[in-house]
């Protein structure tokens, strides 16, 4: 009886903890994750105009070429159209290419959620930073399918 309680409390912690960034890509759950978790955090900087969170949750070398207001002039068309990314919750995503590393280490992540009547397409680029993945590039787009 003690060995499943134990086994439930490692894979509750494992769960709950960020995963180290390394070389290898991570498996779907977690890609998941880092997906939705950015894309949210995103979606809440358009929708409140508060890029902070976004910017300190963003990799070092990506926070020191943009700062919140930069964040904020870069995405400003989404933030003018009112363009809410809320419904990716509910939703897989689909990869449009297999994940990978590149050549500058970096986790390359390219793909969709199937939302209607417009699809929320993304493509991020995560890289190690403070023993996490964290974004170096975001690219969103909405559009037809």
Known sequence: ???PFLAAIIGAFFLS???LAQNTVPNDLLQEKLIKTY???FNDANLTGNYSVLHARLAKPFRDQFNPEKLKQAFKGFADQKVD???IVAKQP???TPSSIDKRGALVVRGYFDT???RVIYE???VPSEEEWKPIMI???VKKP
Do not use: E, K
């Open 116 to 118: 209607a009547p417009s």
């Open 17 to 19: 903890t960020p995963a």
């Open 94 to 96: 689909v990869a449009t």
């Open 39 to 41: 894309l949210l955090t």
């Open 1 to 3: 009886m003690r060995l």
């Open 124 to 126: 991020l680029d995560f």
């Open 85 to 87: 990314l809320g419904i």
């Open 139 to 141: 690219h969103v787009n």
